[in-house]
C-alpha cells in the first residue's frame, strides 16, 4: 500500500492499534447495519478493515450519506467522547467490515492516562475536521459540475492515497448512486459530470474505485489546493 502527502496516518503499530488489538473482534457483512440512528450503544467500535458509512434519514425517506470512517476510526465518536447518549447516525458496513470491540470506560482511561494514545487521536480528529470543512465547501458549490469537482477533491484529502507522481487512489469504493448520495445530486446528473471528467482523462474508475489525476483536477480548481499535503487516513498495511 502506498502512502501519499507530506502528513502521514500513523501505522498499525502506534499506540491507538496497540491499544486496539486487545480487544475482540466482530465482523459484519457489506451492507449490514452494524448502529441505527437513536439507538444506546453498549461499547463502541474500532475499525480493523473496511469501510463504514454514516447517513441520515431524510424527510422524504431517502438515505443521505453524511461521512465514512475507515481502518483506525472509532464509532460512534460523539457517543464515545459523552458528547451524545444515543447514535446521530445510521452507521452501516460498505464493505465487509472487521471491527475491535472496546468498553467506552477502557478508551476513556486510554484518552486520560496515555498522552501519546490522546495526541494521535487528536490528530485524527483534526484531519477529520478540516475534511469535513472541504465537504462543506463542495456541497456550497452553486453548480453540480462544482459540487463534484470539490467532492473529488474532499474524498481525495481525506481518503486518497498516492498510486503513481500525479495519481490519487480515492480509498472508498463508490457506485454512481452513492457519489450522487454523497453529493445531493441526481443519479443522472452525477452520471453526467463524471463522464465529462473522464473524457477529460481527469478521473477514471476502476471497479468502483476513483482514480484521479491531481494536476488535471488542480487546473481546473479555482482556489489553492497543494496536491503535496493531500494525505491518506489509511495505514500501512492495510
Given at each position: 500500500m502506498y502512502v501519499n502527502g507530506s502528513i502521514q496516518r500513523n501505522s498499525p503499530t502506534d499506540d491507538r492499534r496497540s491499544f486496539y488489538r486487545h480487544?475482540?473482534?466482530v465482523k459484519f457483512s457489506k451492507g449490514e447495519t452494524i448502529f441505527l440512528q437513536g439507538e444506546v450503544p453498549k461499547h463502541l467500535y474500532s475499525i480493523k478493515s473496511g469501510v463504514v458509512e454514516e447517513s441520515n434519514l431524510t424527510s422524504d425517506g431517502n438515505q443521505q450519506s453524511i461521512a465514512f470512517e475507515i481502518i483506525g476510526d472509532i464509532i460512534p465518536k460523539s457517543w464515545a467522547f459523552s458528547k451524545a447518549t444515543k447514535t446521530l447516525f445510521?452507521?452501516?458496513?460498505?464493505?465487509?467490515?472487521?471491527?475491535?470491540?472496546?468498553?467506552?470506560?477502557?478508551?476513556?482511561?486510554?484518552?486520560?492516562?496515555?498522552?501519546?494514545?490522546?495526541?494521535?487521536?487528536l490528530n485524527r480528529i483534526v484531519v477529520s475536521l478540516m475534511g469535513a470543512k472541504l465537504k462543506l465547501?463542495?456541497?456550497?458549490?452553486?453548480?453540480?459540475?462544482?459540487?463534484?469537482?470539490?467532492?473529488?477533491?474532499?474524498?481525495?484529502?481525506?481518503?486518497?492515497t498516492s498510486i503513481g507522481q500525479s495519481s490519487v487512489m480515492i480509498q472508498v469504493p463508490l457506485t454512481q448512486q452513492e457519489m450522487a448520495d454523497f453529493t445531493g445530486l441526481t443519479r443522472e446528473t452525477t452520471n453526467l459530470e463524471l463522464n465529462k471528467l473522464k473524457r477529460s482523462k481527469i478521473i477514471?474508475?476502476?471497479?468502483?474505485?476513483?482514480?484521479?489525476?491531481?494536476?488535471?483536477?488542480?487546473?481546473?480548481?479555482?482556489?489553492?489546493?497543494?496536491?503535496?499535503?493531500?494525505?491518506?487516513?489509511?495505514?500501512?498495511?492495510?
Open positions: 480487544n475482540p473482534t445510521d452507521y452501516t458496513a460498505l464493505t465487509d467490515c472487521e471491527l475491535y470491540v472496546i468498553s467506552k470506560e477502557d478508551f476513556q482511561s486510554q484518552i486520560a492516562f496515555n498522552l501519546d494514545f490522546a495526541r494521535k487521536l465547501d463542495a456541497l456550497e458549490k452553486p453548480h453540480a459540475s462544482l459540487k463534484i469537482l470539490y467532492t473529488i477533491r474532499y474524498l481525495c484529502y481525506q481518503y486518497g477514471s474508475i476502476d471497479q468502483k474505485y476513483y482514480i484521479v489525476d491531481i494536476d488535471k483536477l488542480n487546473c481546473i480548481i479555482d482556489d489553492d489546493y497543494e496536491s503535496d499535503s493531500s494525505m491518506t487516513m489509511l495505514p500501512n498495511g492495510r
